[in-house]
């Protein structure tokens, strides 16, 4: 049971009513972390508006690989759960290739230096070394989708964090951090 009111979609302030409408455009459904957030529309709105901002960066499956390899650091099994679902049903990422993700690692070799950054970059809060900068920008990436990464986890670690001290209500296939085994 989350420790945080999930309001039902009637009870949410009504500034946070046409946040929630466009989430459920865009989804089909509300989650529960959505509406969890919808008791602070001020919290709702800064979500929505980085997580729509940051839909202009990377691609989607590059986007999904960072959700996976945050949650994973953080032990955040709502995110892990809504993630590997959206990675699996969204971005048409395969099981083999959510599991390297959540090792902050990818088949894909540029992917990888994206996801191996991003868990870093959670780890460490931010203190990532220069050889990390050097990696991640060897494999192609410019200064700007370096802060594109960089906000991606950001994104993350808040909703990481939120859901963390709410222990939201999963409402997706439940994955636990603590299942991921080790390669």
């Known amino acids: 049971m989350s420790r945080l009111t999930i309001p039902a979609l009637d009870d949410a302030p009504e500034a946070s009513k046409p946040i929630l409408d466009a989430v459920k455009t865009q989804l089909g459904v509300v989650p529960n972390m959505f509406r969890l957030f919808s008791s602070s529309p001020a919290a709702l709105k800064g979500l929505t508006s980085l997580s729509g901002a940051l839909t202009k960066s990377l691609d989607v499956k590059t986007r999904e690989r960072i959700a996976l390899a945050v949650a994973q650091v953080n032990g955040c099994n709502y995110c892990l759960s809504a993630h590997t679902y959206l990675g699996l049903n969204f971005a048409k990422i395969s099981p083999e290739e959510i599991a390297l993700n959540r090792k902050g690692s990818s088949s894909d070799p540029k992917a990888a230096a994206a996801v191996h950054f ?39 670690v808040f909703t990481n964090f939120v859901n963390e001290v709410a222990k939201t209500d999963i409402d997706f296939p439940v994955v636990q951090a603590n299942d991921l085994k080790a390669a």
């Open 118 to 156: 991003a868990a870093k970059v959670a780890e460490t809060r931010g203190h990532v070394s220069d050889e990390d900068l050097v990696a991640v920008r060897k494999a192609g990436y410019s200064d700007a989708q370096v802060l594109e990464i960089v906000a991606l986890v950001v994104e993350n």
